[in-house]
């Protein structure tokens, strides 16, 4: 529920969260007052748990966690539980499916220079997002979670890679393996990709989103 998604820590106030020491709580009772669930998630890692108490007996009740539990009680509390996190991810949390500091600089790039926002625009890839113009509704740039070994890299860590429009002349002299690729699931003779690991500098992706973006 929580995977692609960060917390606004003012609106976690709002809501009635209370800080001490990095970390935010929240308390209430679920199931006609029967369990009490607390809600913890820390201002450093993000992480949020969460405990849940059967009142009658003062002790943690875990069951709604197990899949294989069966049982219309448990099936009741499951549901009530996922209900209030539900409530407190639409309401406090926002889409961040993109991490590091690279990918936000060119997220916030994009927003502050064209005012779009990235449509996610297939539920089966929730990690894959386009940009496109207002005008010609064409893309104009791609964020996706990718193994470095699908750009012919010795190493299946994940990494957010951005594709760009380029002219197919300009592409011979880019494309270097290491910093460029070839065009990721995109017509390799006019797109290329890179990778928002900090091997090309935020100003000069922000730059090369310039030029994909008057070719769209």
């Known amino acids: 529920m929580f995977e692609y998604l960060s917390p606004d820590f003012e609106k976690l106030k709002e809501f009635g969260f209370a800080e001490n020491q990095g970390v935010y709580s929240y308390s209430t009772e679920i199931l006609d007052g029967q369990f009490a669930l607390r809600v913890d998630i820390s201002r450093n890692d993000k992480e949020v748990k ?42 406090c949390f926002v889409r961040d499916v993109f991490k590091g500091d690279c990918a936000h600089g060119v997220i916030e790039y994009v927003r502050k220079t064209y005012g779009d926002e990235l449509e996610y625009l297939w539920k089966t890839f929730p990690s894959n997002a386009v940009w496109r113009r207002k005008d010609s509704k064409k893309w104009y740039g791609i964020l996706l979670t990718v193994s470095k070994r699908k750009l012919g890299l010795p190493s299946d860590e994940l990494v957010t890679v951005i594709d760009l429009r380029s002219d197919p002349a300009a592409l011979t002299g880019l494309l270097d393996g290491q910093r460029y690729f070839p065009g990721y699931h ?31």
């Not at 405990?51 to 009741?76: I, K, M, R």
């Not at 995109?186 to 030029?211: F, H, P, Q």
């Open 186 to 216: 995109m017509n390799k003779k006019s797109w290329y990709t890179i990778c928002l690991d900090g091997s090309v500098s935020v100003a000069e992706i922000c730059e090369r989103i310039d030029k994909s973006y008057q070719l769209a």
């Open 50 to 91: 969460t405990q849940l108490t059967d009142l009658s007996t003062g002790e943690p009740y875990t069951l709604h966690l197990v899949n294989e539990a069966g049982g219309a009680f448990v099936g009741e509390v499951r549901s009530e539980y996922e209900r209030a996190l539900r409530e407190i991810a639409e309401r």
